[in-house]
């Protein structure tokens, strides 16, 4: 399969995970806001119970941005023709490979795992 027929192929499955990755964010921003921490209405370890929910929600979504930026960019080199091209060597990514994650921007060789 050459790069341009594994672009249209990932393509649909690309935006379709940027959709859902945005909408999650979207989803769980009230969970990242900062903690009020007025004594009178809430518990000690409640504020930390909070606390602890908001780091952890902040930390899935740090995950969540990195992933929708690698999207992007697997989006913006479909646009340019350049998906399924290695950005060290320039030859063709293998199509196994890029089915496991198609943001991949190198070959195995490349990558140090050949």
Request: glycine share 6%; aromatic share 4%; proline share 5%.
């Amino acid at each position: 399969m050459t790069p341009e027929d594994l672009a249209a192929r990932f393509k649909p499955q690309l935006e379709a995970e940027l959709a859902e990755l945005r909408s999650a964010s979207q989803d769980t921003a009230q969970t990242r806001k900062p903690v009020e921490l007025d004594q009178q209405s809430v518990g000690r370890l409640s504020r930390m119970d909070a606390l602890q929910n908001q780091a952890m929600a902040n930390a899935v979504d740090g995950r969540r941005q990195h992933r929708i930026t690698a999207i992007e960019a697997a989006l913006q080199r479909i646009a340019e023709d350049e998906f399924g091209y290695c950005d060290s060597c320039g030859e063709p990514i293998p199509e196994k490979r890029l089915e496991l994650d198609p943001t991949f921007t190198q070959c195995v060789s490349c990558r140090g795992g050949g």
